[in-house]
């Protein structure tokens, strides 16, 4: 399994970016796909979750702010609509899916909000 994200990059804090991660390779029919933070110094945390039913879970802190979302024809990409950005956002972001009980990473792609 490969996960390819983009869409990372330096915003102002109010600003809004669309972080994108498409999943190639064995990807199995019943999964959930999701978003992940790292911020220096801190543990990888949770941002957003959504199964291939539509089952969608947030964070607290995004919630209202963000939005994830799947492609309808090809249901191995995931979006992640950030607005409202703030600085406290600044972290790497890793795009995951989970299936048959393991978790598979990309490489992250970096989101830095400037004030």
């Known amino acids: 399994v490969q996960l390819q994200a983009s869409g990372g990059g330096l915003v102002q804090a109010g600003g809004s970016l669309r972080l994108s991660c498409a999943a190639s390779?064995?990807?199995?029919?019943?999964?959930?796909m999701g978003w992940y933070r790292q911020a220096p110094g801190k543990q990888r945390e949770l941002v957003a979750s959504?199964?291939?039913?539509?089952?969608?879970?947030y964070a607290d802190f995004v919630k209202g702010r963000f939005t994830i979302s799947r492609d309808d024809n090809a249901k191995n990409t995931v979006y992640l609509q950030m607005n409202s950005l703030k600085l406290e956002d600044t972290a790497v972001y890793y795009c995951n899916i989970m299936q048959r009980g393991m978790d598979f990473w990309g490489k992250g792609t970096q989101v830095t909000v400037s004030s």
């Open positions: 390779g064995s990807i199995f029919s019943n999964n959930r």
């Open positions: 959504i199964t291939v039913g539509g089952v969608i879970n």
